[in-house]
């Protein structure tokens, strides 16, 4: 991994998305590493009821899954955060048991907050 990644568990990320945020997920705004979209769960949602679509998934129906923290679901751009260019984010879901990066094993990336995260 590159010097310039952020390392965080799963509860230090959490906290630091409360601190930022609130307690409500869904009004955490994340920024796309490459287009530079700031989206929220929140802001998705309003897309998928106004029929707006999205580059890598087409048209947002309700009730599908999304996750702001990885994807971008921008009309223009369709980069993920788990792709071959990574957003330099890592979250580690357990810290007390190894994590591998390239599998995917205990950790993932995540696209970072829109506010409060030096690039």
């Not at 991994?1 to 390392?7: H, S």
């Not at 630091?16 to 796309?32: A, I, N, R, S």
């Not at 260019?85 to 994590?99: A, I, K, Q």
Request: glycine share 6%; aromatic share 10%; hydrophobic share 30%.
């Amino acid at each position: 991994m590159a010097e310039n990644n952020k390392v965080l568990s799963k509860d230090e990320w959490m906290q630091l998305g409360t601190e930022l945020y609130g307690p409500d997920q869904t009004d955490w705004e994340f920024k796309c590493w490459f287009c530079d979209r700031v989206q929220s769960l929140k802001s998705i949602r309003e897309e998928q009821n106004k029929g707006i679509m999205s580059k890598r998934y087409g048209k947002l129906k309700k009730g599908d899954s999304v996750s702001p923290e990885q994807c971008c679901y921008s009309p223009d751009c369709d980069y993920v955060s788990n792709g071959l260019f990574t957003t330099g984010v890592l979250v580690v879901y357990d810290p007390s048991e190894p994590h591998n990066e390239a599998l995917k094993k205990n950790c993932c990336y995540v696209l970072p907050f829109a506010r409060g995260m030096s690039e």
